[in-house]
């Protein structure tokens, strides 16, 4: 197990709704990265934060939105629901280098249907 | 644009025998690191492997082995006498010095072991 913990597992929502997933990073981690898993597909990069601010993002429209809390912990929101939202959320978490792309370690994942 | 291409979506072997899993990327960066990952029905994303572009030297570890040539632009996974647990999907994955700590994922291979 790598540590990083998500909640939660699943979750079912209704179109138009709006959903708050959370990640816990790694003990010694500083850096949180959310990718979006559609079934079938490989993960695609939402958006990653460090020191509490985005550090980069993806092609996702703004009603995907996130925080990073002190303790390195993150959510992420998503408004107004569509039905292409359901996926496997995974979280991963990493220190920051400068030197380079630092391992990604990644949570069990939170699975969103949406109806 | 980075871009990372897993052409074989779905393989079947029987316990024992060798598989090799391939995959081709595609880099403008001369710094990258490449990444393998497997995914077994849990859905969380376990590391397997990290190589930076200036490393080419062949990985093996237990049954894993890795060949990574920069010449073609691949880097592939073989899995000597597969098990069983070695059941999962497996994902290829890019980062590039330039796009921060940001994975770019391929498609997937779906290795399945019969007993």
């Known amino acids: 197990e790598t540590g990083v913990t998500q909640s939660p597992t699943h979750l079912i929502k209704t179109r138009g709704q709006q959903v708050t997933l959370r990640c816990s990073s790694q003990?010694?981690?500083?850096?949180v990265s959310w990718y979006q898993q559609a079934l079938g597909q490989g993960p695609q990069f939402i958006f990653q934060y460090y020191r509490e601010e985005e550090n980069g993002r993806g092609n996702f429209p703004p009603r995907f939105s996130g925080l990073q809390f002190p303790n390195y912990s993150s959510e992420l929101n998503v408004n107004a629901l569509e039905l292409d939202d359901s996926a496997l959320y995974l979280c991963?978490?990493?220190?920051?280098?400068?030197?380079?792309?630092?391992?990604?370690?990644f949570g069990p994942g939170t699975r969103l249907t949406v109806l | 644009a980075q871009k990372v291409t897993q052409a074989q979506t779905e393989i079947s072997v029987v316990e024992k025998e060798d598989v090799t899993l391939d995959c081709v990327y595609e880099?403008?960066?001369?710094?990258?690191?490449l990444f393998w990952y497997k995914q077994p029905p849990s859905g969380e994303l376990v590391f397997l492997i990290r190589?930076?572009?200036?490393?080419?030297q062949n990985e093996i570890s237990g049954r894993y082995s890795w060949n990574f040539q920069k010449s073609t632009s691949s880097f592939n996974f073989t899995i000597t006498a597969s098990q069983v647990v070695d059941s999962a999907v497996y994902f290829c994955a890019l980062s590039e010095i330039n796009a921060g700590n940001m994975l770019t994922f391929g498609g997937g291979t779906r290795l399945m072991v019969k007993p």
């Open positions: 991963a978490s990493s220190s920051h280098s400068l030197a380079g792309a630092d391992t990604q370690y």
């Open positions: 190589r930076n572009s200036f490393d080419e």
């Open positions: 003990s010694g981690h500083n850096t």
């Open positions: 880099t403008r960066d001369t710094t990258y690191y």
